[in-house]
């Protein structure tokens, strides 16, 4: 009797849900990429074509500060968390099995399974302490916090890369009389780019578009752009807020691409 091969798309209705979930997933984001050109005030009400609210949000001031923390914390906090990370994947990955591995795994990946408003708390009550003990009110607990929240999301693209490496090439580097480091710096790094990378966008991304944990720990007046845009929702909603949301929609896809490209070339 010949095998038969099975898929998932030949199931029945298979195509119908998929187009049913891709449209449940894109058309509010397409939705609201029309209405940022909405030359209406009311983005229930559409008023034509218009590129105001874009010019509106690039001439207000509290938007570029915004903008400007934002930035700021995510590239601090990407660039702590891949570093952090690394040095996690490499502890938990480059050494046999031993006694609570799978512990650490936990420990690492907390942030992911723990709801985020515990998380926030927690931190909330430790950068109070401080806060109290020190005086200090600047924007490094908001790199600490970001940084902290974002280590398991760089943490797990870098040990899949790490894990699907050959460890003979390091084997053959030490038999040609390379020590730990430069096997590490000739042979390990390099291959472990596209895993750094990719955590590192991750990071970025999820540090930027965070709002719990901002929201409790930042100090007045830091204020990053979602939580800018989340205390004009509060006021009233109005089509910048869409402009806004459509120029970050394309910066991530825009990092998305030069990921892919550096992957791609790296291949």
């Not at 995510?74 to 660039?79: D, G, K, N, P, V």
């Not at 968390?81 to 006694?99: H, I, M």
């Not at 970001?146 to 390091?170: K, Q």
Request: proline letters at 4%; glycine letters at 4%.
């Amino acid at each position: 009797m010949a095998e038969r091969n099975f898929s998932v798309t030949s199931l029945p209705g298979f195509a119908t849900i998929a187009i049913v979930v891709f449209v449940a997933l894109y058309a509010p984001i397409l939705l609201m990429t029309v209405y940022s050109f909405n030359a209406s005030e009311s983005v229930a009400v559409w008023g034509g074509w218009s590129l105001d609210w874009y010019r509106l949000a690039w001439q207000n001031e509290e938007v570029k500060k915004a903008t400007l923390i934002s930035l700021q914390v995510a590239t601090l906090a990407a660039i702590f968390s891949t570093a952090l990370a690394t040095l996690a994947a490499l502890g938990t990955t480059r050494r046999p099995a031993f006694r609570g591995q799978t512990f650490i795994y936990v420990m690492i990946n907390q942030p992911l399974m723990v709801p985020e408003i515990v998380t926030a708390v927690a931190l909330l009550l430790v950068t109070a302490a401080i806060k109290k003990a020190t005086g200090y009110n600047g924007l490094g607990y908001l790199v600490a916090a970001h940084t902290a929240f974002c280590i398991p999301f760089a943490y797990l693209p870098i040990r899949a890369r790490l894990e699907g490496m050959d460890l003979t090439l390091e084997t053959a580097a030490a038999d040609l009389y390379a020590d730990r480091w430069q096997a590490f710096r000739r042979v390990t790094l390099p291959l472990l780019m596209p895993g750094i990378f990719a955590g590192a966008m991750l990071a970025f991304v999820t540090s930027l578009d965070d709002v719990v944990i901002t929201e409790f720990i930042k100090s007045p007046g830091q204020d990053t752009l979602p939580t800018y845009m989340l205390g004009q929702l509060r006021r009233a909603m109005k089509p910048d807020v869409n402009a806004i949301s459509t120029v970050l929609l394309l910066f991530t896809l825009a990092l998305l691409s030069v990921f892919f490209l550096l992957s791609r070339s790296r291949k």
